[in-house]
């Protein structure tokens, strides 16, 4: 497409492709999947932080009619047992030790899933406990027992190769990354502080929990049918588990019924692998909501932050030491701790900069992916202690935040993609929304935050667009519609350059057997680089489409356009199915178009330049109880800088959805542990966000200067506005109450122990 | 045949979304099994098992229930609607066109049930304000919309409803 033409179905709000079915109970899920001879698959879950198995006896268990198999860790020698995108250290089954409360033990196949619920309480296993660490203190003391005692195999990820660990140590990897003249510079500065904050255990809890259905076939080897966000990836890890070729390895991904995260990389598709292979069945898992606390949670993290700024509020220097807690297993937290650190000063022109952070194994549920990917963690620190800064100068946050923001075009570091946005504009849309200059009501109290991250780097996607014999469209996409609205967006584009309706356009299921390569759905990444691919298809089959039409029309090309389903030349306007059919001498074949988006490696220190900065900024305005500590947030104003809203009402939905969720984790969610046991793994003792949380305002708005590299001048969205919630609503607390506090969530209790604290300090003072 | 039923197992009849439906069941067969697999019905979903997030809900005669933990057998002789009895015929019901409309759809796991729960809202109260619809929806849990598209949703289509003659 030409720039400057007028676009017809892109930034308009077209209805989801999906929701009719999603109303009507339609949709379907892995759970609602059913295969002729299907087995049903429960896991036995160590109940010990650490320990290791002395025997299993599982014979009662094989006994009871209806069960097809038992199997443990000792039963799974014909294949490589261990998977993981970073190390391969995680075991289908324990195998020999078990390293956290709810690791999978044992597997039960059988009839039906009445039976294999029954078989597991069958199944004894000796445990002889160990000494386990469940916190980062604990696990980062001197002496402190080894979740692992060896050095496991590096996993698939290109961009890992190098991965750091300390022997000796639970730390798994380090991040370091200077600029600038590091600590030395903060003798040049006049003002600098130095605190520390943690961020929770929090549990992505998607509506649907984790499900996997398996089965093999001579022909075709391994199908997996999963609920998983990038099937090319656990294709990788199934192809070495068990030494197929990437061609029969195969896996489906009907709708998720939300990811957030949590369903990057493997998860169960290794054990219902194994599970169908030795029972020869078609084998689903399903797991249920306290499974998925034991699967996969958000890294916990604590974070001590150093700045230094000039009397004029300028920053001169940072520093920043993070500790990640990465459960039992390392998942995808390398990566985690390395993006979350490297952009640890935010959307800031910061000379001088020291980041250094662990990835720290711990007895704990494995931490992997989640909204923000390390970002949030690192965000709630650095933009709570500038608030404290800009106090400490006696100048407005909002200000000092303007004065040191980078500039568009600007470097962020030498090697990575310039600046893609402009941090300034969302930052006054975010401050007049919320009515930052003028006085709040009383008991009422304002903050503001703002946020940077990078995306994934390198990456690549590819995208296949058919134009059928009647003009209707086919975009064949890996990126997994999840939620987020992308099978919508994939086809608004296609939609667009094609010139289409929508409904003429179908995105295909993801299957790694005829949806051709992604890396991944995360990072917000889709609707940029998947959309590109899709832009990029769609435009090799306009290109075929007016070829066909020039020849025909003895026009050439150039004076020909596409519009409503035909090409349209000055005094010709012929449709498509006449066009095909001119093509193939007959009323059928296709055009197939293909879009690559490969951006490569690069010198930037993630190992590639980002393909575009996520930007977002969050302004709060609270109540607080002080009788009891409760805070409300009363209005909050979310802005992102997203290029251009190809669905608006789509991204307005993700952001809304992305501050509730920022709620959750700043107001009350934590999973707890004691003694090594996870205390709150179900949905009454943990809670998240229920309409009832809703801000009496929320509003959510989109920059869209059309400078995002995605098509039509969109960029990534949908993680952004998670990150500013929590230090928006800690600056908008102290600001109130003149309370600072450095522990997520801001539970009332704690609230109120620093009214207290305060109020004691006060009295003392006096 | 043998007869394989278990002392245990109860003849009921119901009527699940208007056509009638005889089934031996055991004593402790969960609604949310019954109707997924011995009726097909797969739009009620199973999530937290415990009562907390309303993506199992139906309407046992006219009021909601949270499947995942309803005995079928409680159900005897009751009407059921699940959201695939929702519209009629290639008909959406008007809710369901207004979760269309307004967004209130992302992942779809909690959409049935939504759909469902605010139903009975709707019937009891056809035109209810948006702090109505925000208290009467706190048993129905959504993580990816952050719920203030579904309150406009069931908020507008109670308006709609109050217009229509």
């Known amino acids: 497409m030409s720039a400057g033409e007028r676009l017809r179905v892109v930034g308009q709000s077209v209805p989801r492709i999906d929701a009719l079915e999603k109303v009507t109970g339609r949709a379907r899920y892995v759970t609602d999947l059913e295969l002729p001879g299907m087995l049903y698959a429960a896991l036995l879950r160590s109940p010990w932080a650490h320990a290791r198995i002395v025997r299993i006896d599982a014979a009662a268990a094989r006994a009871l009619p209806g069960v097809r198999a038992v199997v443990t860790g000792a039963d799974l020698t014909w294949c490589d047992p261990y998977f993981g995108p970073a190390f391969r250290d995680r075991p289908i089954l324990a195998i020999d030790v078990v390293r956290y409360e709810g690791e999978p033990v044992a597997a039960v196949v059988a009839e039906d899933a009445e039976v294999a619920a029954r078989a597991l309480a069958l199944v004894e296993v000796e445990y002889e406990e160990q000494p386990a660490v469940t916190t980062l203190e604990e696990a980062l003391a001197p002496g402190a027992p080894l979740v692992h005692t060896s050095e496991p195999p590096a996993g698939h990820f290109a ?78 890890e199934l192809s070495k588990m068990f030494r197929e070729p990437l061609s029969r390895v195969r896996i489906v991904v009907p709708f998720l019924g939300g990811g957030f995260g949590g369903k990057t990389y493997a998860k169960l598709e290794p054990i219902v692998g194994a599970l169908a292979r030795i029972t020869d069945r078609p084998v689903r898992l399903a797991l249920s909501a306290e499974e998925a606390f034991r699967t996969v949670r958000r890294c916990d993290a604590r974070v001590r932050v150093r700045l230094g700024l000039r009397a004029d509020g300028l920053l001169l220097a940072a520093e920043c030491h993070a500790d990640f807690d990465l459960g039992a297993y390392a998942d995808i937290g ?57 106090a400490r100068l ?54 503001i935050a703002m946020m940077m991250k990078a995306s994934i780097g390198p990456t690549v996607s590819e995208a296949i667009v058919r134009l059928h014999a009647d003009g209707s469209v086919t975009v064949l996409a890996s990126t997994v519609e999840m939620g987020q609205g992308a099978r919508t967006v994939m086809a608004q584009i296609a939609a667009e350059v094609l010139a289409v309706p929508v409904a003429r356009v179908t ?119 002080e009788e009891t500590g409760a805070i409300t947030v009363e209005d909050y104003v979310s802005v992102a800088d997203v290029g251009r809203c190809i669905n608006p009402l789509q991204c307005e939905g993700q952001d809304e959805g992305a501050v509730m969720q920022g709620l959750g984790h700043t107001l009350f969610e934590e999973m707890l542990y004691e003694r090594g046991q996870l205390l709150n793994a179900n949905l009454v003792d943990y809670r998240v966000p229920r309409a009832e949380d809703l801000p009496a305002r929320l509003r959510c708005e989109f920059v869209e200067n059309g400078d995002g590299c995605g098509p039509f001048g969109a960029k990534g969205a949908g993680e952004g506005s998670l990150v500013p919630v929590s230090p928006a609503v800690g600056n908008a607390l102290a600001r109130l109450a003149g309370v600072r506090l450095r522990d997520l969530p801001l539970t009332p209790e704690r609230v109120w122990r620093a009214l207290r604290a305060r109020a004691a300090g006060q009295s003392q003072g006096a | 045949m043998p007869d394989t039923r278990t002392p245990s197992s ?44 309303g993506a199992c809900t139906v309407l046992v005669a006219g009021a ?41 759809v992302q992942c779809g796991f909690c959409t049935s049930g939504m759909l469902v729960a605010a139903k009975a809202l709707l019937a009891e109260e056809p035109a209810p304000a948006p702090e109505r619809v925000v208290h009467h929806l706190r048993g129905n849990l959504c993580r990816c919309t952050g719920y203030r598209k579904v309150v406009e949703a069931v908020v507008a289509c109670g308006r709609a409803s109050g217009e229509r003659p």
Request: glycine share 10%.
């Open chain 1, 394 to 447: 006696g100048r407005d946050p909002v200000d000092v935040r303007r004065q040191n923001l980078l500039a568009h075009g600007e470097e962020y570091v030498p090697g990575d993609t310039p600046i893609d946005g402009k941090f300034e504009e969302s930052l006054n849309r975010a401050a007049a929304a919320i009515g930052w200059t003028q006085a709040a009501r009383p008991g009422r109290g304002r903050g």
């Open chain 1, 159 to 236: 961009d890992l190769s190098s991965l750091r660990p300390v022997p000796g140590t639970n730390i798994c990897h380090q991040f370091h990354f200077e600029r600038g003249r590091g600590h030395a510079a903060f003798a040049e500065a006049d003002l600098t502080l130095e605190d520390a904050y943690s961020f929770p255990r929090v549990q992505h809890y998607s509506l649907e929990p984790h499900a996997a259905l398996a089965a093999w076939d001579d022909q075709g080897g391994l199908t997996v049918w999963a609920s998983t966000q990038n099937p090319y990836s656990v294709r990788v």
């Open chain 1, 507 to 625: 995105v295909a299921t993801p299957d790694t057997a005829i949806t051709p390569y992604d890396q991944t759905t995360s990072s917000s990444r889709s609707t940029t680089m998947m959309g590109r691919a899709v832009y990029e298809a769609a435009e090799d089959v306009r290109g075929q489409l007016l070829r066909v039409a020039a020849a025909l029309l003895k026009t050439p090309a150039h004076h020909l356009r596409v519009e409503d389903g035909a090409v349209v030349g000055r005094r010709a306007r012929v449709p498509y199915p006449a066009l095909l059919q001119e093509r193939f001498g007959m009323g059928g074949g296709e055009l197939i178009g293909r879009g690559i988006v490969a951006p490569g490696r690069s010198a930037a220190p993630l190992g590639g330049s980002t393909p575009f900065w996520e930007m977002a900024v969050g302004a709060a305005e609270i109540q607080l109880d």
């Open chain 2, 10 to 53: 109860f003849s009921i009849t119901l009527s699940v979304n208007g056509r009638a439906v005889a089934l031996d069941v055991p004593a402790h067969a969960l609604l949310l099994d019954v109707l997924r697999d011995r009726l097909g019905l797969k739009g009620a979903k199973r999530s937290c098992d415990v009562q907390v997030c």
């Open chain 1, 334 to 390: 390398p990566r985690i701790i390395q993006k979350g650190t490297y952009t640890a000063t935010g959307p800031y022109r910061v000379p001088h900069v020291v980041l250094h952070s662990n990835a720290v194994y711990t007895n704990t549920t494995p931490g992997g992916a989640f909204r923000g990917f390390g970002v949030p963690q690192l965000a709630w620190a650095f933009e709570s202690l500038l608030d404290e800064a800009a």
């Open chain 2, 64 to 104: 909601p229930v949270s499947a995942c933990t309803y005995l079928a057998v409680e159900a005897d002789g009751l009407d059921v609607l699940t959201v695939e009895g929702l519209g009629s015929g290639e008909r959406l019901d008007p809710l369901q066109e207004a979760f269309i409309e307004h967004g209130a």
